[in-house]
């Protein structure tokens, strides 16, 4: 029996360890990957420090790959063997579709074909936090905001409208910018490290303000920069004081995005709308916009619409996601997206 290396957390709130395991095989739908570049996220250590999502063990995580096809499933038309790809994966389906490992399985109708102007390791940084993003602003409510998608009809759609975004220097917070400005948004206010402002205005913002600003400040600075009603935020940060402060700027009937669990003081009788995230794009409620993105994802990051995050490289493969999300735990990451080469794999 053929068998792969995969990076496993050993028991709830244990220890990560590189092993073996055997090289799975695509089921009817799904393709078979060979991971080249593995993207790392803020979820992966929270996983084992706080003991969520997880309850089968030893468990594989992982949320962001690239790679080329190894095998195709019944019924798969759309990829052959060598093709370069990047994906989504899941922890919801079993340790196969999870990507701290050499080979992942994943369903044929998530998966986006690797432009030629992307890398690899750029690529692993695209699926979560496009995900996360795309997710609650283009899925109907309840389950998100219910913008028009800017590959249906949405481009510039929103023309002149202010959004709103904390965070703007992490993985999400990178691309809420990027998909606000094709939705036509404008003027795109972000907080940030200022030291990343010439990032966030390269791909879309309008105004930095820096993140260590004064709630009282934050919220000066915003009516100095708009007069116009704030319709929607995306809170990137999750933080109580961010998420309270989103709140109270957006206008009636308007939508806030939080990625951590709600803080929220609301006003009785107000009509502002709170969106939770989950951008697992595998899942039946988030299925058909997975679906639309990845028919559509390719052509606007050839077409540059979408940049990728920038990407720091950690050494060692597998044995160095154990330290990137030490680095990521200890918030020594910003404005980059932390990827390993499986490659490297002692």
């Known amino acids: 029996m053929s068998t792969s290396r995969a990076l496993f957390?050993?028991?709830?709130?244990?220890?990560f360890e590189v092993g073996t395991k055997a090289i799975p095989t695509p089921g009817p739908?799904?393709?078979?990957?060979?991971?080249?570049?593995?993207?790392?996220?803020?979820?992966?250590?929270?996983?084992?420090?706080?003991?969520?999502?997880?309850?089968?063990?030893?468990a594989i995580l992982g949320s962001d790959a690239a790679g080329e096809v190894e095998a195709v499933g019944e019924g798969v038309t759309q990829f052959k063997?060598?093709?370069?790809?990047?994906?989504?994966?899941?922890?919801?389906?079993?340790?196969?579709?999870?990507?701290f490992q050499e080979y992942v399985v994943v369903?044929?109708?998530?998966?986006?074909?690797?432009?030629?102007?992307i890398t690899f390791e750029q690529a692993a940084s695209l699926p979560l936090g496009i995900g996360t993003t795309v997710v609650p602003l283009y899925s109907p409510s309840?389950?998100?905001?219910?913008?028009?998608?800017?590959?249906?009809?949405?481009?510039?759609?929103?023309?002149?409208?202010?959004?709103?975004?904390?965070?703007?220097?992490?993985?999400?917070?990178?691309?809420?910018?990027?998909?606000?400005k094709l939705s036509g948004f404008s003027p795109i206010i972000t907080t940030a490290s200022l030291r990343n402002a010439e990032l966030l205005k390269s791909i879309g913002a309008t105004h930095v303000i820096d993140r260590n600003t004064s709630v009282s400040s934050i919220a000066s600075e915003i009516a100095r920069i708009t007069t116009k009603p704030i319709s929607l935020v995306y809170d990137?940060?999750?933080?109580?004081?961010t998420q309270q402060l989103g709140y109270d700027t957006l206008t009636e009937g308007g939508h806030i995005v939080i990625v951590l669990q709600s803080s929220i003081k609301e006003t009785p009788g107000s009509t502002k709308k709170i969106v939770g995230v989950?951008?697992?794009?595998q899942v039946p409620n988030n299925r058909a916009l997975g679906r639309a993105l990845a028919q559509?994802?390719?052509?606007?990051?050839?077409?540059?619409d979408i940049i990728p995050n920038p990407v720091e490289v950690v050494p060692g493969g597998l044995n160095g996601i154990v330290p990137g999300l030490e680095k990521m735990k200890n918030n020594l990451v910003s404005g980059k997206k932390l990827v390993v080469r499986l490659t490297e794999t002692a």
């Open 236 to 241: 990137a940060v999750g933080a109580a004081e």
């Open 9 to 15: 957390l050993k028991e709830k709130f244990g220890a």
């Open 278 to 281: 989950f951008g697992n794009v």
């Open 107 to 117: 369903p044929a109708d998530v998966v986006h074909k690797l432009p030629a102007n």
């Open 81 to 99: 063997k060598g093709d370069k790809v990047f994906h989504p994966g899941s922890l919801l389906g079993g340790s196969e579709y999870a990507t």
């Open 296 to 304: 559509n994802l390719s052509a606007l990051l050839e077409a540059g």
């Open 29 to 58: 739908g799904e393709i078979l990957v060979k991971e080249v570049a593995v993207g790392l996220n803020p979820v992966d250590w929270k996983i084992q420090a706080y003991g969520i999502f997880v309850s089968e063990f030893p």
């Open 142 to 180: 309840p389950v998100g905001v219910g913008l028009k998608a800017p590959w249906d009809g949405g481009r510039g759609h929103y023309a002149g409208q202010p959004a709103l975004i904390f965070g703007g220097a992490s993985s999400v917070g990178q691309y809420a910018i990027q998909f606000a």
